[in-house]
């Protein structure tokens, strides 16, 4: 998938130690419950799955112009029965506040429309998370509701929205 400025791309080998980067980045998991890789060889285990694994996960973002690599993004989980995905990224914090969070999540958005033809996009984020939540309303999503911690980091239960589009608004 590319956009004007982005490539979305599968893992590669390549990418292990950009792979590494972001997830040891504690800026970046300040809002997740993913916690940091500690170690090398856990990160490597992990990535060694993800380069055989389902199709639907997330997959590294470089920019287009220069192929740095910037974060990762995708349609993490994918339910056809109900005919709605899951999307998501995460991005390493050089690259925060340029339009890429919004630019990425457009372009899943347009993929899982037009060509999965998936009726509903649902994201979360943490509301604690003001960046990710505006990301989402700019990318056209409404907030639905909130789920009182949802989730615990760190020892702390916190508050996540609930975002969703559905095609109706999309089209």
């Not at 996960?57 to 989980?77: D, P």
């Not at 429309?113 to 979360?124: C, G, K, P, Q, S």
């Amino acid at each position: 998938m590319q956009t004007d400025r982005l490539l979305l791309k599968n893992y590669t080998h390549d990418d292990f130690k950009s792979f590494f980067l972001l997830k040891t980045a504690d800026k970046v998991w300040e809002y997740s419950t993913f916690a940091p890789y500690q170690s090398e060889e856990k990160a490597l285990e992990d990535f060694n799955i993800i380069l055989i694994s389902k199709p639907y996960q997330f997959n590294a973002l470089f920019t287009k112009e220069s192929n740095i690599f910037i974060g990762e993004a995708g349609i993490i989980s994918l339910n056809p029965n109900a005919n709605r995905c899951v999307i998501g990224y995460n991005l390493l914090p050089d690259y925060w506040g340029r339009g890429y969070a919004t630019e990425i999540t457009k372009a899943l958005v347009t993929y899982a429309f037009e060509t999965l033809d998936i009726e509903r996009v649902e994201a979360i984020a943490m509301l604690l998370n003001t960046s990710s939540c505006k990301v989402l309303l700019k990318s056209g999503f409404t907030l639905e509701g909130v789920l009182r911690h949802f989730i615990k980091i760190r020892g702390d239960y916190y508050d996540v929205g609930y975002y969703s589009i559905i095609s109706g608004d999309y089209f």
